[in-house]
């Protein structure tokens, strides 16, 4: 049963980070360092597989999103957010006073 159960969490790990590098984007990602653009690309395309290099490169280029990749869980109030929060609070209309 663990063992299942950790194909699972490992897919899903996997499947967030495809989300992140399709949001970001292969060009911005080879521009941050680590790995070339072409690297990222056939990633983001999955004509070859994420490493932990991988995930540890998105998780250190952008904090703000590490402990949803490796979870799936988001606390906004502490500065951890997903690619999907983010693009709903772009969404929500301006709440303004005035």
């Not at 597989?49 to 490169?57: A, H, N, W, Y």
């Not at 869980?73 to 301006?94: F, I, K, Q, T």
Request: aromatic share 8%; hydrophobic share 35%; with cysteine.
């Amino acid at each position: 049963m663990l063992r299942i159960m950790n194909c699972f969490y490992m897919d899903s790990v996997r499947d967030r980070a495809l989300r992140l590098i399709r949001v970001i984007g292969p060009k911005r990602l080879s521009e941050k360092g680590g790995k070339n653009y072409d690297r990222w690309r056939n990633i983001s395309s999955e004509k070859i597989r994420i490493g932990t290099e991988e995930i540890g490169i998105l998780a250190d280029s952008f904090p703000e999103y590490a402990l949803w990749l490796v979870s799936g869980r988001v606390e906004p109030e502490h500065g951890h957010r997903s690619p999907e929060y983010d693009e709903a609070n772009r969404n929500l209309p301006s709440q303004s006073a005035g």
